[in-house]
């Protein structure tokens, strides 16, 4: 039987349809190598790129909190200050051109006592760096018993003794200029020194931590003479400082320093 124009035309229809059908499939074969290609490049070049970090608490900076909570507050913390707000002895000590140092106590024992003993730093004739006697004064002695002050039969001290307090006190601030510890190193560098420094407040809790910073000059080394490991500069210089919470009846401190010159 002979075809009709119909039956003629048909399979060329479904040929194209299949036709279509290949080439539909295909595109979708492509597009999706193309997205899976696409991903992999990617996460290959997210690797050497560094994400954004989190900032970190404590910079000034609240971390977001979880949707639907109340982020944390952020109360600074403080270390309670030795001699201010924490029993102990913190020590100012500004060097001056001609060897002497302006010095600042502020003490705080332990209780209230109505009786101070007061000493000096040991002749310089057998510490280490110095070598050589010196003989230690404090002079314009002030002492602050509670914000008070303590009246005194003498402003200087020559030697270890004991100053009554008009009400007992545990909360102290002495200044007064120490001299006569310092020991010259050479006529080359008239500013090269040695300096033995303690406290003037001399405490029967013994193990009572002393803080001692040191200013006017430049710090080189420190030597703790009475401590184990004897060499007590922290840091380097020219910013050196010296170890912190030394115990009291310890804190005996053999400073090499540069003194400043005079203006």
Not at 124 to 138: D, F, H, N, R, Y
Not at 181 to 188: A, F, G, L, M
Request: aromatic share 2%.
């Amino acid at each position: 039987m002979a075809s009709t124009p119909a039956q003629e035309f048909l399979p060329g229809v479904v040929s194209g349809v299949e036709d279509l059908r290949r080439r539909a499939s295909g595109a979708r074969w492509l597009a999706t190598a193309a997205l899976t290609l696409g991903l992999s490049a990617t996460a290959a070049c997210s690797s050497d790129v560094p994400r954004p970090v989190a900032p970190s608490p404590g910079l000034g900076i609240t971390p977001a909190a979880p949707s639907g909570r109340t982020p944390p507050s952020q109360t600074p913390t403080t270390t309670p200050a030795i001699g201010a707000t924490r029993p102990g002895i913190r020590m100012v000590v500004v060097a001056r051109p001609d060897g002497s140092f302006d010095i600042t106590e502020d003490v705080m024992l332990p209780k209230a006592t109505n009786i101070l003993q007061v000493q000096l730093p040991v002749s310089g004739e057998q510490l280490p760096g110095m070598m050589t006697k010196t003989s230690p004064i404090a002079t314009n002695l002030r002492i602050l018993a509670n914000g008070s002050t303590v009246p005194l039969i003498s402003s200087s001290v020559t030697t270890t003794t004991d100053v009554p307090l008009t009400t007992a006190a545990a909360n102290l601030r002495l200044t007064y200029r120490l001299s006569g510890s310092t020991v010259r190193r050479t006529e080359s560098k008239p500013e090269r020194a040695t300096s033995a420094i303690r406290p003037l407040t001399a405490i029967v809790e013994g193990g009572l931590p002393t803080n001692l910073t040191v200013a006017g000059g430049e710090l080189l080394n420190a030597v703790c003479p009475l401590l184990t490991e004897t060499r007590c500069a922290v840091g380097n210089p020219p910013k050196l400082s010296v170890l912190q919470g030394i115990p009291a009846d310890k804190a005996l401190v053999v400073l090499q320093l540069d003194l400043p010159l005079s203006q």
